[in-house]
């Protein structure tokens, strides 16, 4: 019998959640995507010391004799993101999630600005823009940057989604794809409820069905992408989903594991489904962000964690700096 990952693979997109150059050769999926926190990790891991010094030493070059290591490291984890996107897109034949500072999550103009700045890196390096998605934060502020870019032919990833009115502000804003957060759901509710569940019953499983239900029902053009699981009975309960992004652990389970593996999620059986449209602006987007305290949690938590690996990644890239002579 197939495993349950070659069965997946026959009807998901399947994308590795990793910086782990090593594990996305091991796995071979279509597409990867990365946050800070996958780069912070990859960048300590010793193999990959030499993408991290080559960064450094350019950033050094860049911003001059007289910039203070602090100053060379915030300039140069700008470029490291996308230093490991084209090693790994040298390997996946799809596409790679790059990802703008969690700390401009509510700023459009300095969202705009940072994910045309990762696109001009991409466009100098000769990668097609087909092969890049900008990942941003799935604020209003975000969702409405995302709506510019894809304006501009810049195709976007809007991650940290967790509730309804999120996924169907990014759909009327023609984003190519989003990344509903599975596990991080889970955990919400496990915490509040002090419930265990099983993967039928999973939250974040229940999301995600009702994400993809509504966008096919009403025919949107993005898709979904399943991402933050805690156990593989969330990827085989998403079977069919437009695209699954997994990491490199959960992949070797799916891999080692020989068990029928049914569709639970399919295009055509949403259209006889009794789903009423929401008309979505950003009054209705506030309330409902408001009155959902799961998703309000999650995405308030979601950038602060971001953005403190952020801030670790520039410290340890300050530290590796100073062991680097001039």
Known sequence: MPTLLEQLRNMTTVVADSGDINSIKKFQPTDSTTNPSLIAAAAQMPEYQQIVDDVLKTARKDCGDSASDKDVAAYAFKTLAVAFGRKILDIVPGRVSTEVDARLSYD?????????????????????????????????????????????GIHCNLTLLFGLHQAIACAEAKVTLISPFVGRI????????????????????????????????????????????????????????????????????????????????????????????????????????????????????????????????????????????K
């Open 186 to 325: 889970l955990d919400w509710y496990k915490k509040d409820t002090g419930k265990d569940y099983a993967p039928a019953d999973d939250p974040g499983v229940h999301s995600v069905t009702t994400i993809y239900n509504y966008y096919k029902h009403f025919d949107y053009k993005t898709v979904v992408m399943g991402a933050s699981f805690r156990n593989i009975g969330e990827i085989t309960e998403l079977a069919g989903c437009d695209l699954l992004t997994i990491a490199p652990k959960l992949l070797a389970e799916l891999d080692s594991t020989e068990a029928d593996l049914p569709r639970k999620l399919d295009p055509a059986a949403t259209k006889s489904l009794d789903i009423k449209k929401i008309p979505m602006d950003k009054e209705t987007f506030e309330k409902m962000h408001a009155e959902d305290r799961m998703a309000h949690d999650k995405l308030k938590e979601g950038i602060e964690g971001f953005s403190k690996a952020l801030e670790d990644l520039e410290h340890l890239l300050a530290k590796r700096l100073s062991e680097i002579p």
């Open 108 to 152: 459009t103009e300095k969202t705009l600005a940072q994910a045309r700045d990762i696109i001009s890196q991409y466009d100098k390096a000769g990668i097609s823009r087909d092969r890049i998605l900008v990942k941003i934060a799935s604020t209003w502020e975000g969702i409405k940057a995302a709506e510019i870019l894809e304006k501009e």
